[in-house]
């Protein structure tokens, strides 16, 4: 088996042609298409098809910032009844604190008007008694002498004159 190498000495040679590199064949195809003089029809056509694609391009900018604006507007407003029912609850919580502050407030007032009138009445009825064993002790009924020393000297039904 045998290849023939071919360098591009080989077509120094004047009696050969050259083949074109294969690059030069896309180059050749694109400049036929830029070369092509276009009528005026079609310079109108393309721009006007130039002129609806920035038209869509802008339109969906809009709309997707419309959509955003529209997203953070009702996440704010979801934000803001949350914040809302949170104070509310907020503010609920603390009244109700204060009520149940009061009503323990006027509880302890009232356990401290019952024990200080239960203390009242005990020392009356202590007094009473005192007064009444005092009074039985002037008229000779019980003698006292130990608990009232005074009430016979100073009685003068008791005196000894």
């Known amino acids: 088996m045998s290849f023939e190498i071919v360098t591009t000495e080989s077509f120094d040679t ?10 030069l064949e896309k180059l050749e195809k694109r400049r036929k ?10 310079i109108k056509e393309k721009l006007e098809r130039a002129e609806l694609r920035r ?11 419309k959509e955003i604006q529209r997203t953070d507007a009702l996440a704010s407003l979801e934000n803001f009844e949350v914040y809302k029912k949170e104070r509310q609850e907020q503010i609920q919580n603390h009244k109700m604190d204060i009520v149940a502050d009061n009503r ?11 024990q200080e009138r239960e203390r009242r009445a005990a020392q009356v009825r ?9 009074g039985l002790a002037t ?23």
């Open 55 to 65: 038209k869509k391009r802008e339109e969906e900018r809009l709309n997707k910032l």
């Open 14 to 23: 004047p009696g050969l042609p050259r083949p074109p590199p294969r690059q």
């Open 33 to 42: 298409k830029k070369r092509s003089l276009l009528t005026e029809d079609e």
């Open 104 to 114: 323990d407030k006027r509880m302890r007032d009232i356990k401290a008007k019952l």
């Open 126 to 134: 202590r007094r009473r008694q005192e007064a009444l064993e005092h």
């Open 139 to 161: 008229a000779g009924v019980i003698n006292n002498e130990e608990e009232y020393p005074n009430s016979a000297r100073d009685n003068p039904a008791f005196s000894q004159d």
